[in-house]
Structure formats: structure tokens, C-alpha cells
């Protein structure tokens, strides 16, 4: 009923930038809380941010100055703006999304993933 497409991942250089984008489709009736995680090997998956439907957000102490989460709700999608990028930031980053379909049950979502990789 409801998914999550990510894009934008890559490999960079340390130090560089990478925009990362979630777009919802589906059934959809109201788009709640977007955010992302990360999950890196042999590692615990992490909170990185996240941001409600009116645009307040919250960030990662380790991230925080660095990435910006921001949506774009006529579109259904969000985006990770990701500078600075350190080697510690390699991971596979989930998008995930609070909806509700129009039959009026609640979901929370996940994308496939899609990685992210810093060189030094």
C-alpha cells in the first residue's frame, strides 16, 4: 500500500556531498513523520534524522551541522543533504515514513536502502 523509493547514494571522497531522496507512492491519505536511518556493518542500525509533516526536524549528535533533512510534501518526498562526509559515515541508508491509506490504517515503512560510501 505504501512504498519507498531511495535514491542518490554513491561513493565519494571525504569531505564531499551527497543528496539523498525518498519519494512515497501508494494508497496514501496522510504522510506523517519522514525520516532515515543508517546501518553500518557489524553495527547497530542508528537514528540520523527526521523531520514532521510541518517541517520540524531532529538530528544525530554525529551528523548534527553537517546533514540537513528536508520534504517536500506536494511531491511525497524527502531528502538527506549530506556534506562534510567522513569515512565513519559509510552505511546503508534506510528512508522510513509514518502513513496513513485511505482504508484508515496506519503504517510505517521502510525503503530497501542504498549505500553510501566515504573513501578517505
Known amino acids: 500500500q505504501v512504498q519507498l523509493a531511495e535514491s542518490g547514494g554513491g561513493l565519494v571522497q571525504a569531505g564531499g556531498s551527497l543528496r539523498l531522496s525518498c519519494a512515497a507512492s501508494g494508497s496514501i491519505a496522510i504522510l506523517n513523520d519522514m525520516g532515515w536511518y543508517r546501518q553500518a556493518p557489524g553495527l547497530a542500525r542508528e537514528l540520523v534524522a527526521t523531520i514532521t509533516s510541518g517541517g520540524v526536524t531532529k538530528y544525530a549528535s554525529s551528523v548534527k551541522g553537517r546533514f540537513i533533512i528536508s520534504r517536500d510534501n506536494a511531491k511525497r518526498t524527502a531528502h538527506l543533504q549530506m556534506n562534510s562526509l567522513k569515512p565513519e559515515d559509510t552505511a546503508v541508508y534506510f528512508c522510513?515514513?509514518?502513513?496513513?491509506?485511505?482504508?484508515?490504517?496506519?503504517?510505517?515503512?521502510w525503503g530497501q536502502g542504498t549505500q553510501v560510501t566515504v573513501s578517505p
Open positions: 522510513t515514513a509514518d502513513a496513513v491509506i485511505y482504508s484508515g490504517s496506519w503504517y510505517e515503512s
